[in-house]
């Protein structure tokens, strides 16, 4: 099966620095990988996603990733951090299951911002 | 949170009682999903369905069922044999380019 892990369960970050939320993924074949967002008591919110072309994919509220295989890694960033990208945050990769497609997430990473 | 919509928002259950989450679409989707999130464990997939009466298991899916009756609706029943039901459940979908998966905003269930 495909999957994603996230080795960070927290990042903290000063608002105004660039930050990064890690994620590593293992993969048979190319990868379909997507970054998801959620804040307190919500659903998820999709940020973005690489499913083939540039390596470096450019999302929703300023936020980019690096598709990197040799690292076989998809890490977030973003060049200026603010106090509200405060908020839990999801790698997910595709998977085939035994009828279409389904998402397999990494366990989050918590990412805060401080003024 | 897009065209999905999930009710109740709370939902407090007794032990021994089975419950009943809704969830509806109106982005004319065809595959719908629910998950189960809980602290530190990311998402886990339930029930997914890529048709309406047609689903299949997930990786989690004792002590759940589903139906899809209709295109637009995909409930999930929790029943008394789910051994620890207190959690946040999701509900998304997505087109058959299976390319971005859309979610709902979530129902909070909570066992007394």
């Known amino acids: 099966a495909q999957s994603v892990a996230q080795p960070e369960d927290q990042v903290n970050v000063a608002e105004g620095n660039p930050l990064t939320v890690k994620c590593t993924y293992s993969?048979?074949?190319?990868?379909?990988l997507f970054w998801y967002v959620q804040y307190p008591n919500r659903g998820l919110q999709f940020l973005l996603k690489?499913?083939?072309?540039?390596?470096l994919v450019k999302g929703s509220y300023g936020f980019e990733a690096e598709f990197n295989k040799s690292q076989t890694s998809f890490h977030l960033k973003k060049p200026s951090a603010l106090v509200s990208d405060s908020a839990l945050y999801f790698c997910a990769v595709r998977d085939i299951r035994d009828s279409g497609y389904a998402l397999n997430f990494g366990k989050g990473t918590s990412l805060l911002v401080t003024p | 949170d897009g065209g999905i919509t999930q009710s109740p928002k709370y939902l407090f259950r007794k032990e021994g009682q089975n419950v009943t989450l809704s969830c509806e679409q109106n982005?004319?989707?065809?595959?719908m999903y629910w998950y189960r999130q809980d602290p530190g464990q990311g998402l886990r997939l339930i029930y997914y369905?890529?048709?309406?009466?047609?689903?299949q298991k997930g990786d989690i899916a004792e002590g759940y069922s589903v139906s899809r009756e209709k295109k637009e609706s995909f409930p999930l029943t929790v029943t008394s044999a789910q051994k620890n039901p207190t959690a946040f459940y999701l509900c998304a979908s997505c087109d058959q380019s299976y390319n971005e998966q859309f979610f709902g905003p979530g129902t909070r269930l909570t066992v007394l």
């Open positions: 690489y499913i083939t072309g540039d390596n």
């Open positions: 369905s890529q048709i309406v009466n047609d689903f």
């Open positions: 982005l004319n989707h065809d595959a």
């Open positions: 993969v048979s074949g190319n990868p379909y």
